[in-house]
């Protein structure tokens, strides 16, 4: 809180200014009778968006009668005790909650939409108060005892005003990165089945891969590659390398179009580095071992810190220039084909942890276009890329802009034009 309070503001409690604070409750799931009903039930499992506009499962009125859920009026802020602490949501239809949700009444002297964006400006505060050793969460006390500055009615609303436009021009931009990964999707099944528009007129059909241009060559990973090159598993321990110590890769640093050289683990002291491993821009990585659903993925590292090194789970595929170029094979292994042949051979014991050996990923069947036509479609997609990482940015942008405007805001450091206050 500032050292001084903002002329005609006043310090608070959230508890002293919030009309009541509502929990919810689950229905017995062994009754049909309550659920797959027309009232929305709204659990963390929904909350992954600030707006709430629909949810997975819906009740009964005997549902709501029987237990002690409760329908929350459209205009409420619903805000995550536990499980995915701090998370909060603007109810935009009337909705039922579980118990791990709390509906925030504000009191007469609290306009609905400050409130929401307080508690989005909140959130890291709360999340970092969660408590517990299995189950995370944080007491309706201590959202009541959040201290605030409160302006009068009209300047909490001019606020929230300020920050809602900040809030629509994130949302405007994430559908516009959602259209942009729909139309890359559509381009990279239709530039690897059917090839560049307007170049080919003869089609064959290939076991496994579907119909491509007669041209094409069906062949294997293998067939493309002059290397594989396995990572090693030296002595590491659970933080992560400084900028002048080497690091391995976790599994988790490989994730389709995005590589994180920060997802490493610095080397034990006194354990030696093989700089043959050592990841270098160009590189296409893949996962050899993860869970089922993520194992094989790939990423063609454009940038990276040095001293980095491939780890036992991770693959090094080194193109041979003559058939494949580097960025046509990231896609080729990013086709659904190739994905599910490289699940489809994973083994493993475990229900947590599958492997791809490398003689599995090499009898891979591809569909591979001549190398200039392979180019042509690469150079399409990384303008696709370019656009949507460019996008990105503009999010990540406008996400750090709305918090510090959000903190000047709230903090009365910043005034809005409202007639009759300080400016």
């Excluded at 929904?46 to 506009?53: E, Q, T, Y």
């Excluded at 499962?57 to 499980?83: H, Q």
């Excluded at 080397?267 to 893949?286: A, M, N, S």
């Excluded at 190398?371 to 750090?400: K, M, N, P, Y």
Aim: glycine content about 8%; aromatic content about 4%.
């Amino acid at each position: 809180m500032p050292d001084s309070v903002p002329e005609g503001w006043r310090q608070v409690r959230l508890g002293d200014v919030l009309g009541s604070a509502l929990g919810g409750g689950t229905p017995a799931r062994d009754n049909p009778a309550y659920w797959g009903g027309s009232i929305p039930w709204a659990t963390v499992k929904d909350m992954r968006h600030p707006v709430l506009d629909e949810t997975e499962e819906a009740i009964t009125p005997a549902g709501v009668a029987a237990s002690s859920t409760r329908v929350i009026p459209a205009g409420t802020v619903l805000l995550a005790t536990r499980m995915a602490v701090g998370a909060i949501a603007w109810a935009k239809c009337d909705t039922a909650i579980n118990q791990d949700l709390k509906a925030l009444i504000p009191g007469d002297s609290l306009d609905p939409r400050f409130l929401f964006q307080l508690m989005l400006a909140r959130r890291p505060m709360l999340e970092a108060a969660g408590t517990g050793t299995t189950v995370k969460g944080v007491s309706i006390d201590f959202v009541r005892g959040l201290e605030l500055l409160l302006p009068p009615l009209p300047e909490q609303r001019a606020i929230a005003a300020v920050l809602d436009a900040v809030d629509d021009t994130i949302e405007r931009t994430e559908a516009v990165i959602a259209a942009t990964e729909d139309l890359r999707c559509s381009l990279l099944h239709e530039l690897l089945t059917r090839g560049v528009p307007g170049m080919h007129s003869e089609w064959k059909h290939v076991p496994g891969l579907g119909t491509v241009p007669a041209c094409w060559e069906a062949t294997t990973l293998g067939e493309c590659l002059a290397d594989v090159e396995a990572g090693r598993s030296p002595l590491a321990q659970s933080r992560p390398a400084r900028a002048d110590e080497w690091g391995v890769l976790k599994v988790s640093s490989v994730s389709w179009g995005l590589f994180q050289p920060d997802e490493n683990k610095a080397l034990t002291p006194g354990t030696l580095p093989d700089p043959r491993f050592e990841v270098q821009p160009g590189d296409v990585i893949l996962s050899r071992a993860n869970t089922p659903d993520l194992v094989g993925r790939a990423i063609l590292v454009r940038a990276t810190r040095p001293k980095l090194l491939l780890s036992d789970k991770t693959l090094r595929l080194v193109p041979d220039p003559a058939r494949i170029v580097r960025e046509f094979l990231l896609l080729a292994l990013s086709t659904p084909s190739s994905r599910a042949q490289i699940s489809g051979s994973a083994s493993g014991s475990s229900r947590s942890m599958f492997n791809v050996s490398q003689e599995a990923l090499r009898r891979v069947n591809i569909a591979l276009p001549p190398r200039d036509e392979q180019e042509r479609i690469s150079a399409t997609l990384e303008a696709v890329d370019l656009e949507r990482d460019q996008l990105g940015s503009l999010r990540e942008h406008t996400f750090a802009t709305k918090a510090a405007l959000a903190d000047a805001l709230l903090s009365g450091a910043r005034r809005v034009p409202i007639a009759g206050t300080v400016k």
